[in-house]
């Protein structure tokens, strides 16, 4: 079956990676970005929507260029490493038939590799926005030739901080190009950019958030404290149904630290944050990918745009704070018309993030227990327990020093001294 009005090359490796029909996001996006319309596309992750720029980024990039130099034609920017380097496999795979060009810039590479990068005749260049800011303050980045622009989960980028590096690389950038707008969802702070960059945009929403995993089933296990946690995590990761897990922790440290807890423990696991080498970060997710790995613990950013096939469980060890960032999380799960399992632990100080996430999705999530395991009954010191009545008043100080008793300073009996703590 014919994937679209598509070159013949491009053809060739759609059917050499194994697809067979294009997926709802190709349908809509693919057409009018072959006609050159600015898109403002929403899709979840596992969608199809890197294809859904890529190829038709591709059929037009096999025309001459308009204008010479060695600057690349197509600008893809995302938000994280690991996004940029998945899109550079995707432009790879469907590209091998073809003579063009791509590169990555991110960091955690040495800037003179990228250097040379830049200075080499290029189609499309990936880049995530803060290193591509920093050669472009260097004077290595040639704008002339650009014809397409891609901000791919423009949502998280934005949330991460890289709207004045976005607008700043729009201005630079030709008059006349094509934006290529993709998000996992359309906010207030979308909108304000889409007015200043997009022009009559295609509009295309695909799945919204809270239909789009229906294939992945969300547990709950409700946690008393981080003992209780770490014991529940490494009682389910003795089922060998959860063979490649992500598990999503608050802080980068937290990573460290509870990689080498499960490691402890006998589970083979390693931790995923942005303090690491791409190098390392590249290897790590490798290992993931061959299965060589059973757990991988990350934090939010470092897993962003992470697509590992195969990924049976997720699970939140801390809960996010907001209700989008837990359908990225367990979007990591169930792609791809598989099935998956999405479990949170929730502790006291996190129901009310658990209301939110319910509210959202409009259903009660299952809640489940572990034998021997079970959640402690008695309230946290911190919750208001309800109808508590007011502590008794105190009685009337008599004048004599200590205002809740009457008895005078020397009647009263000798107390031993306290030890007093050291630090």
Do not use: W
Request: glycine letters at 6%.
């Amino acid at each position: 079956m014919p994937f679209m009005k598509l070159d013949q090359n491009i053809q060739k490796a759609i059917q050499a990676l194994g697809y067979t029909s294009p997926t709802p996001i190709q349908l809509k996006a693919i057409p009018p970005a072959l006609e050159g319309h600015d898109i403002l596309a929403s899709a979840q992750t596992g969608t199809g929507k890197t294809a859904a720029f890529v190829l038709p980024i591709l059929q037009h990039l096999l025309t001459a260029p308009t204008v010479k130099g060695h600057g690349p034609r197509t600008l893809i920017l995302t938000p994280t490493r690991e996004l940029a380097m998945q899109v550079s496999e995707v432009i790879k795979g469907l590209s091998r038939f073809t003579s063009l060009k791509s590169g990555a810039i991110v960091g955690g590479v040495p800037y003179p590799q990228q250097e040379r990068l830049l200075r080499q005749p290029l189609d499309i260049l990936v880049a995530t926005p803060g290193r591509f800011m920093d050669h472009v303050r260097r004077c290595l980045v040639d704008f002339s030739r650009i014809e397409k622009l891609v901000l791919d989960e423009a949502d998280r980028m934005l949330d991460m901080g890289f709207v004045d590096e976005v607008e700043s690389i729009v201005k630079m950038l030709p008059k006349k190009h094509q934006t290529l707008f993709f998000s996992a969802t359309f906010n207030k702070g979308i909108d304000r950019i889409v007015a200043k960059i997009l022009k009559n945009p295609v509009r295309i929403e695909i799945a919204p958030m809270k239909d789009g995993n229906k294939r992945i089933k969300q547990q709950v296990y409700k946690a008393d404290n981080l003992d209780h946690k770490q014991a529940l995590l490494s009682e389910l990761l003795k089922s060998d149904e959860l063979s490649k897990v992500i598990v999503f922790v608050s802080t980068k440290r937290s990573t460290e630290t509870l990689a080498k807890f499960l490691i402890y423990k006998g589970h083979s696991s390693a931790a995923l944050n942005g303090d690491m080498r791409q190098s390392a970060r590249s290897r790590i997710v490798k290992e993931l990918h061959d299965s060589k790995l059973k757990v991988l613990v990350a934090t939010n950013v470092a897993a962003r745009g992470l697509d590992v096939k195969g990924v049976t469980h997720v699970i939140n060890f801390d809960l996010p704070a907001d209700v989008e960032e837990y359908i990225h999380r367990i979007g990591r799960t169930g792609r791809q018309d598989a099935d998956g399992i999405a479990i949170s632990f929730v502790d006291n100080k996190d129901r009310s993030k658990l209301v939110k996430i319910e509210q959202f999705l409009g259903k009660s999530i299952e809640k489940l227990i572990i034998k021997n395991l079970e959640p402690s009954s008695k309230p946290q010191a911190f919750i208001k327990a309800p109808g508590r009545s007011m502590p008794p008043r105190r009685e009337k100080s008599k004048g004599y020093g200590n205002r809740s008793s009457s008895v005078p300073f020397h009647k009263r009996p000798k107390q031993k001294e306290r030890p007093r703590a050291s630090y």
